[in-house]
């Protein structure tokens, strides 16, 4: 294709992300890569495409998500490939190809391709973080996903964020319901949305979940599944009920909830960021999937699991005005006129030492890096001149303090004496520290 003139862009529905937006994205990932290890999640790290039948068995030929919105590509030797529209299906496939021993618990950050109509919350490359974990069917472990989710959000400050409950059933009890629902949508049929009026056939489960006026109300009065469950499904989502209630987890039944893909079983949940728009305002969602392993080719395993967006968290902080991007301020800026040579050696003593060392480069004058010192926040600068070459020492001032006298100290105590004074609990801030990981 011929190339056309133009500025170059990111691609629709897609965005970058600079500093200091980007130390958010840094917060988000490091709280909850803390919090998944403390629930006994590791780090799992998976290719960003794979062979398209990894979706297209996992994840339902009938979901939204495969008929309309996934990036397939075919590559340069022929095989049919697909850009990872979620987590969990390329999670399933490398625990059936390397069977690590169970259970078996893994988390992950990961960008997702969709090609959805980009909207605010809505985007076509979308960034998810997410657990899966596999090996029981013990509700008990629900609760621990579920608490893990909630868990992450309330640490990031995010109070309005209301968690929906529901259960899929099992293959037993599912289709008898399903019954239940077509003939409930047959008689409403020309009251559904036009989308679902020519397909409820296909995937009745999708009308509960449509968001239309249309199909909001022609299934107000349908029978929920969660009425019609087996015993052994009712008995376990009683169980995850009875747990969260336990562990004093505000929840609200959402007979509604059947999420997007095809392989969950028994236990889902959403949470919603009420300070968001309705139509955008799911922050995380999961579920169990107990016959998905077997569906990618393993052995019968039960597991569970959630994604959570981070665009759509970070966009819920900002409507809650918590976590703000307040990255932190070099420790030192170390200011050099006589040649820079100083400056370089200085900088890379501090940063061995654990100090955050900035400094002005291409030999400006005293005025002009005193001046960046200052914009870079940091609360005290190391002052290099010709008398201090001399005499070999640095001299501190300390930014915030101006009527403070300056420091001289001697060249091979200046980090030392830094180091004790920045690190001491009374040295002066400029702004929060990330959290220190344990
Ligand atoms: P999902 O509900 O499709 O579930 O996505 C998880 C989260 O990703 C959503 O709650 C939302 O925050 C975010 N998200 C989804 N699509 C977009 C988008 N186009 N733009 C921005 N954010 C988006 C899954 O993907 C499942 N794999 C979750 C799961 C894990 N179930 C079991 N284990």
């Known amino acids: 294709m011929a190339d056309e003139p133009g500025p170059l862009q990111a691609p629709r529905g897609t965005k970058d992300v600079l500093w200091p937006e980007s130390w958010r994205w840094e917060q988000v990932v490091a709280r909850f890569a803390v ?32 008929r309309k919105e996934m990036y397939e ?42 090609y959805e109509r980009a909207a605010a919350g809505r985007y076509r490359q979308h960034h998810q973080l997410g657990v899966e974990a596999l090996g029981t069917d013990d509700p008990d472990l629900d609760v621990e996903v579920v608490t893990l989710a909630t868990t992450v959000v309330a640490d990031l400050g995010l109070r309005q964020v209301e968690l929906g409950m529901n259960s899929m059933g099992c293959a037993q009890c599912r289709p008898r319901y399903i019954q239940m629902l077509l003939a409930h949508l047959r008689a409403r049929h020309g009251d ?7 397909r409820y056939e296909a995937n009745p489960l999708r009308v509960l979940d449509c968001k239309t006026a249309e199909c ?12 019609h469950l087996d015993s052994p499904c009712a008995v376990h989502f009683a169980r995850v009920l009875e747990g969260l209630d336990s562990l004093g987890t505000a929840y609200h039944l959402e007979p509604r909830l059947v999420r997007g893909f095809d392989y969950y079983t028994r236990t889902t949940f959403e949470l919603a960021a009420l300070a968001l728009d309705a139509a ?13 392993v077997e569906q990618l080719g393993g052995p019968p395993t039960p597991g569970i699991g959630f994604g959570m967006g981070i665009e759509r968290v970070l966009l819920a902080c900002d409507a809650e005005g918590v976590l703000r991007a307040e990255p932190p301020a070099p420790d030192v800026f170390v200011v050099d006129v006589t040649g820079g040579a ?13 100090l955050r060392a900035q400094r002005a480069y291409d030999n400006r004058s005293m005025r002009a890096q005193v ?11 190391a002052l290099i001149g010709p008398e201090e070459l001399g005499t070999g020492t640095v001299t501190l ?38 959290e220190e990981r344990p």
Request: with cysteine.
């Open 35 to 66: 919090l998944a290890e403390r629930f006994g999640f590791g780090l799992v790290l998976n290719p960003m495409f794979e062979d398209v039948r990894v979706f297209r068995r996992g994840i339902g030929d009938d979901s939204e998500v495969l």
């Open 192 to 198: 559904l949305c036009e989308e679902h009026r020519d």
């Open 73 to 114: 590509l075919t590559d340069r030797g022929g095989r049919q490939l697909a850009l990872r529209p979620e987590g969990t299906a390329s999670v399933v496939r490398a625990f059936v190809q390397h069977r690590p021993p169970l259970p078996w618990r893994a988390w992950y950050v990961t960008p997702a391709f969709r």
């Open 397 to 434: 001032r300390w930014m915030a303090d101006r009527d403070a006298p300056q420091e001289h100290v001697a060249r091979s105590e200046v980090v030392g004496a830094l180091v004790g004074r920045l690190r001491s609990p009374s040295a002066p801030r400029c702004t929060k520290q990330i």
């Open 342 to 354: 100083e400056a370089r050696d200085l900088v890379a003593d501090l940063r061995r030492a654990g």
């Open 371 to 381: 001046k960046l010192a200052d914009r870079s926040a940091a609360p005290v600068a």
């Open 216 to 227: 909001r109300s022609a299934t107000s009065d349908a029978p929920h599944l969660v009425d």
């Open 280 to 292: 955008q305002n799911a922050v995380g969602g999961g579920g169990r999937y107990n016959g998905l």
